[in-house]
């Protein structure tokens, strides 16, 4: 399976875990959770769909009384909904365990980023540290190339360089935050409060606060 579509089949799976719904709604809620990552379109969804109907993990059902096929003409499309078998369950489950390097790449740490709130701390904290890793990585060979391009590049090409080097180094300091927040909430800092409301995904909420603790709106490596 392709890094991308294996992307989009988390992304599904984590979706129809809520609730049972349609393409169409599938397609929108999926543009939402990933449109600053990429835009799906139905060339890519609807392969995907059918592949995890294929292996179980998906159900069909369609509440039509009547189907009508889909034509150049009428432009219409029986209204499947998707739902998850209890395969497809325990596959997102072991999607959602996934901490290995593949977690910490570009095409993957977007969608393990929108399920945290389901996501083990010990596991969260694993794909944070990764990740980290994999950008320090990129900003020492990024610095490096700057370094040895200087004297044969224009004033442009060097001002683009620069700024894809900020972008990795935002998001390097938005994820020591997030570690540091997790390792502040696993050390016990939360449990020594009896009584503290806990947030959706466990993490305690400070007495007086309307908000709870969390990472910042931004997406990671958005400038």
């Known amino acids: 399976m392709s890094r991308r579509s294996g992307v989009l089949e988390f992304a599904v799976l984590g979706l129809l875990h809520d609730a049972p719904m349609h393409g ?3 397609r929108k809620r999926l543009n939402v959770l990933l449109g600053s990552f990429r835009a799906f ?24 009384t009547e189907y009508v096929p889909a034509t150049a ?10 739902r998850l078998s209890p395969e497809g369950k325990q596959r997102f489950e072991e999607l959602l365990a996934d901490s290995g390097p593949d977690a910490w790449e570009d095409e993957h740490f977007g969608v393990h980023f929108a399920f945290f709130g389901r996501t083990d701390k010990a596991v969260r904290m694993r794909v944070l540290e990764g990740r980290r890793s994999r950008l320090e990585e990129r900003l020492e060979r990024m610095r490096s190339s700057i370094a040895r391009t200087r004297e044969r590049f224009d ?14 180094e935002r998001e390097v300091r938005w994820l ?23 947030t959706s995904d466990g993490r305690g909420q400070e007495a007086g606060s309307s908000d709870p603790p969390g990472p910042p709106h931004d997406r990671p490596g958005r400038s």
Do not use: W
């Not at 379109?41 to 039509?64: H, I, R």
């Not at 004033?155 to 990795?168: A, F, I, K, P």
């Open 24 to 26: 169409y709604e599938l």
């Open 41 to 64: 379109s139905y060339g890519t969804l609807y392969p995907c769909l059918k592949s995890l109907v294929a292996q179980g993990f998906l159900v069909e059902d369609n509440p039509d």
């Open 73 to 82: 003409l009428n432009g219409k499309r029986s209204k499947i909904v998707y």
């Open 155 to 168: 004033d442009y090409t060097l001002e683009l360089q620069r700024h894809g080097l900020e972008s990795v």
């Open 176 to 198: 020591n935050e997030l570690i540091e927040t997790e390792r502040a909430n696993r050390t016990g800092r939360n449990e020594a409060s009896a009584g503290t409301p806990m």
